[in-house]
């Protein structure tokens, strides 16, 4: 049952294969079997799972069943979650029990999903690689020396060993799509404000943005269906109508015109990765699209843009972790100064000090017009380089990440080789559009994903592509376990 895909197990549960209940406790045992080798898992959260899988069961005997009902997920552990401990990865929250369900929860609650528990992460969501996590870093179902990615590599992970067949995920800088790509699974990050950040623990307010990680577009539709709508506490939620997002993955795509940014295919790039985002393209031109040749000039500010807007955006939100009222406290302090300091020094891990003293650094009275201000411009450059892109062509495509995972540690002392691995990724953020990654081949039998960029709201359009795509080729299929 482990190998089945979302849309299989929605046939199989409503058809009496099996039940909700006999499929998550085969989920369960997989986990407590193999979740060792892969540390995937933060918490598990067995008896409630069980629980809502009963509950699920007695919906689909009654008739009632909503469109995921008895579908066995999880999410990440940045996404608050009643009664569940939601800890962002990190000694600061270890201890965080939210008494609320974050928008995204309540609307997969709503579709009947079964929640199996909290997945690994990098702390605050700051990492490529998932080694910067309080519980330990995730290792690559695909050859465990190896990163899954981040930082939803714990969601990735999971559901490329098979212990889940999807979860939810965030993406600030590619944190979606850069780990889909090194796991062979599809993950897509939506337009920003498509789904609410209510319940989401912030890490960059105008960049942060939840998303599915699947094995397939056509699963990463079924959840994007769910998670979507518009939320009134959320003051960037998008006003939009609840969209069946596999309503048009079966038509067809000739004439499709397909950009292909001459900057994404530069110094950096694996040679065998560009040769299998290639072999993907040539697929797609039999498919009867078109390719484009495209500039998207400002790609080169993207890197340093990120680097400047998100980590100040991260020093104002992490603010409220002082030991005080919000998060981990020191012992006995000598004094308030004491307790502040000692708190979030011992509290936070390195990358996240890091990114706090570069973001409270640029919005410093003196430095504020010389970094920040000039990154936002910037910023705008790199956006209105993909408003006058889709005026030629439907969608971007290009490599997800520079390379295949690279091993364990490899990164660790270099922060600017880390943050060079989002680096076809973060424009994406910056300009606030979709993007999605899917699986395209292996090199030495690692997994190479292809990111799909779309225009504002034009997710359908892109898991319309995806999935005609994954109908002529099989890299989804391949399995890592």
Not at 142 to 165: D, E, F, H, K, M
Not at 320 to 347: I, N, Q
Not at 350 to 361: A, H, K, N, P, S
Not at 405 to 421: I, T
Request: glycine residues 8%; charged residues 20%.
């Amino acid at each position: 049952m482990h190998q089945l895909t979302i849309a299989e197990i929605i046939r199989g549960l409503r058809s009496k294969e099996f039940s909700s209940t006999e499929l998550t406790r085969h989920l369960l045992g997989r986990i407590q079997q193999l979740d060792s080798n892969y540390n995937s898992f933060i918490t598990v959260t067995e008896e409630s799972a069980l629980a809502q899988a009963a509950a699920a069961d007695q919906r689909l005997a009654n008739g009632e069943a909503p469109a995921l009902c008895g579908v066995p997920i999880a999410h990440k552990d940045i996404i608050c979650t009643n009664g569940v401990r939601t800890s962002c990865a990190s000694k600061m929250l270890d201890n965080f029990i939210p008494p609320y369900d974050a928008t995204v929860v309540d609307n997969l609650n709503a579709a009947g999903t079964v929640s199996l528990g909290k997945t690994n992460m990098d702390e605050f969501a700051m990492g490529s690689s998932n080694e910067s996590s309080f519980y330990g870093p995730v290792k690559n179902p695909w050859n465990t020396r190896c990163v899954p990615g981040g930082s939803s590599g714990g969601s990735a992970a999971a559901v490329a060993a098979q212990l889940i067949p999807g979860a939810t995920a965030t993406d600030t800088g590619g944190s979606i799509r850069q780990p889909a790509a090194l796991t062979n699974t599809t993950g897509l990050k939506p337009t920003y404000g498509r789904i609410s950040r209510y319940g989401i623990v912030a890490y960059a307010s105008s960049l942060d943005q939840a998303g599915p990680i699947a094995r397939n577009a056509e699963d990463a539709a079924y959840l994007l269906s769910a998670m979507a709508s518009h939320d009134p506490k959320d003051s960037t939620s998008l006003k939009q109508q609840l969209t069946d997002f596999s309503a048009e993955l079966n038509n067809p795509i000739a004439g499709l015109r397909i950009g292909v940014p001459r900057e994404y295919f530069g110094e950096g790039l694996n040679p065998e990765t560009a040769s299998r985002v290639q072999e993907a393209l040539r697929a797609f031109e039999k498919l009867g699209a078109q390719l484009v040749d495209i500039s998207l000039p400002h790609t080169e500010l993207a890197i340093p843009a990120y680097y400047v807007i998100a980590p100040a955006e991260a020093s104002a939100n992490l603010s409220r972790f002082d030991g005080v009222r919000y998060g981990y406290r020191c012992e006995e302090p000598k004094d308030l100064r004491d307790l502040y300091m000692r708190s979030r020094g011992e509290g936070f891990g390195e990358e996240v000090q890091r990114r706090i003293l570069v973001g409270t650094y640029a919005l410093s009275a003196g430095y504020y017009d010389a970094y920040y201000n000039k990154a936002q411009q910037a910023r705008r450059l790199i956006k209105q380089d993909f408003v006058e892109a889709f005026e030629k062509v439907d969608v971007i495509m290009g490599p997800t990440t520079p390379s295949p995972a690279f091993e364990l540690g490899a990164k660790s002392a270099d922060p600017v080789a880390m943050y060079l691995e989002d680096i076809y990724t973060i424009a994406t953020n910056l300009a606030g559009l979709p993007g999605m990654s899917v699986p395209c081949g292996l090199v030495d039998n690692m997994p190479v994903g292809l990111q799909i960029t779309g225009n504002y709201l034009e997710e359908a359009r892109m898991l319309n592509i995806a999935h005609q795509y994954q109908q002529v080729t099989d890299w989804h299929k391949a399995s890592a376990v």
